[in-house]
């Protein structure tokens, strides 16, 4: 497993995480043999947020009810969750109560002492940067949150927190697979008059974080588009597939293994936070995790998958 220091933080960081926002109806057991499977691949990095489990704090429940964490075992994971989804109320909420709040519900449902990072979840089209800065420093101060992040935001966006919030804003949690990869690909056609791929719709995003020492997560790294299925494996992908077969065969790893390699091949350091309940797919994608991908293999995977290579 591929590590390295997450800027912003002490963290030494594998560049896969394990997503947890659909342990909530599995069992002790399962959550169990799912992180051990991780922990046994070198993933020691999990992701949560408040809203996931149908209802507020139940994963995070339920991952602190199956894992039991001894003290030195809770520092041996880095606990990454997010804040600022108000399902109830069909909003988000960046204000400094809601975070508050949040991140409170979430120690108490994690049943530990601090979270490593807090993201902002969506980004709050009412956010007022103050109340966020505010909440921060409290968290920091009281020694419940150590580092700080967000989610599927802009570079004007991130800009306009990090005039008010003193700390380093580590991390940014982005929708990136071989399929959906707007974020990377756009930039290959800049300036071509007439193609969609040429359009910016991120700000450019990517340059922005690798500029800032900001921490890329990619959230459904196996998804289509955007909520419609995965590319592996799927009959709408046939020229993906056979190129992802190919390779898998040649490197000797099952084919999720080169699509996490297509993320962790870009020279941003990019984390892959992974989706799956399923341990045996854990530990596929883990062996994507330091794969060599050529530069020919690469883009071949970039134009199989249809996006426009001049």
């Not at 289509?224 to 190919?246: C, H, Q, S, T, W």
Request: hydrophobic fraction near 40%; include cysteine.
């Amino acid at each position: 497993m591929k590590t390295f220091a997450l800027p912003g933080t002490d963290i030494v960081a594998p560049n896969v995480v394990l997503g947890l926002m659909r342990i909530a109806d599995k069992s002790d057991d399962e959550i169990r043999e799912l992180v051990h499977a991780a922990r046994d691949a070198g993933i020691d990095f999990v992701d949560h947020a408040d809203i996931y489990g149908g209802e507020l704090h139940r994963c995070e429940r339920r991952f602190a009810e199956a894992m039991a964490l001894s003290s030195s075992e809770r520092d041996a994971v880095t606990i990454q969750t997010k804040c600022g989804i108000v399902p109830a109320q069909g909003t988000f909420d960046f204000s400094y109560e809601h975070i508050i709040e949040s991140v409170n519900g979430s120690l108490e449902a994690l049943a530990t002492d601090y979270i490593d990072i807090l993201l902002l979840h969506r980004p709050d089209a009412l956010v007022e940067p103050e109340e966020v800065a505010r909440a921060f420093d409290e968290l920091e101060q009281a020694g419940k949150v150590r580092s700080f992040g967000v989610s599927n935001q802009t570079p004007g966006q991130i800009e306009l927190l990090r005039k008010f919030v003193r700390q380093p804003i580590v991390a940014n949690q982005l929708q990136l697979s071989i399929t959906h990869a707007s974020i990377v690909a756009q930039g290959v056609a800049a300036n071509m008059a007439g193609e969609d791929q040429s359009i910016q719709r991120d700000g450019g995003i990517v340059d922005y974080c690798r500029l800032h020492d900001i921490t890329i997560q990619a959230w459904s790294p196996f998804q289509a588009k955007f909520f419609d299925g995965v590319f592996l494996d799927n009959p709408d992908y046939p020229e993906l597939n056979a190129v992802i077969d190919r390779l898998a065969a040649q490197y000797d790893v099952p084919p999720i293994a080169i699509a996490t390699a297509w993320i962790t091949r870009h020279p941003a350091n990019m984390q892959v936070v992974l989706g799956t309940t399923t341990p045996e797919r854990v530990t596929g994608a883990a062996q994507g995790s330091d794969l060599p991908l050529t530069r020919p293999e690469w883009y071949e995977l970039f134009r199989a998958a249809g996006h426009l290579l001049p």
